[in-house]
């Protein structure tokens, strides 16, 4: 958990960054100035339930100032500096199936409910079980043709495709005709 001057840090980062004077963000949270820029300061521990309305007020999460982690804010991941996060074997671990290579496009930034992956499809021979979570997936095929397996349905989706559905339904997504690169969103609630 994040000390108090951690948080107050976060609250001022957060509150500049909506270029909201204290005194704005006091009405907002229905909180006095006073309470808000002791909290900024470190100098008091803040109450839950300020901390409830101040998060509500600056629109995120209270995990965002509850967590040990600092960054908070936007995270640019730079096309050549991304670095591989996985490489699985089309998730499962048969040895014929084909493989997929993660690339994470938001790895620093805390306090996320989305994943954004750029995912390199190597053709495999094999088809597996499907796979089934909670929340939802956005595909955007950039290059070469996939297939997702969804339910009893298979959609066949070209460069410059894209498909959204609920990850609850049982899927799988395949490269056709050669390896495929796709732009891939996970939602995924706590």
Not at 130 to 152: A, M, N, P, Q, R
């Amino acid at each position: 958990m994040a000390d108090d001057a951690t948080i107050g840090r976060k609250i001022s980062m957060l509150r500049e960054s909506l270029r909201l004077s204290v005194e704005e963000l006091a009405e907002r949270c229905d909180c006095s100035a006073d309470t808000i820029r002791s909290l900024e300061a470190g100098g008091s521990a803040p109450s839950l339930a300020s901390l409830i309305k101040i998060t509500r007020a600056l629109g995120v999460r209270l995990g965002t100032l509850l967590d040990g982690d600092t960054q908070v804010g936007p995270v640019i991941a730079r096309k050549d500096a991304a670095a591989p996060v996985q490489r699985i074997k089309s998730l499962e671990t048969t040895a014929a199936g084909g493989v997929l290579d993660f690339i994470s496009l938001a790895a620093d930034k805390t306090s996320r409910h989305m994943e954004p992956f750029i995912v390199d499809i190597h053709e495999g021979a094999e088809h597996h079980a499907l796979s089934s979570h909670e929340g939802e997936e956005f595909i955007y095929v950039l290059t070469g043709s996939i297939e997702v397996e969804y339910g009893k349905d298979i959609h066949v989706l070209a460069e410059g495709d894209s498909i959204h559905y609920d990850s609850i339904v049982p899927h799988e997504v395949r490269a056709t005709g050669g390896d495929a690169r796709i732009l891939a969103v996970v939602y995924a609630p706590f």
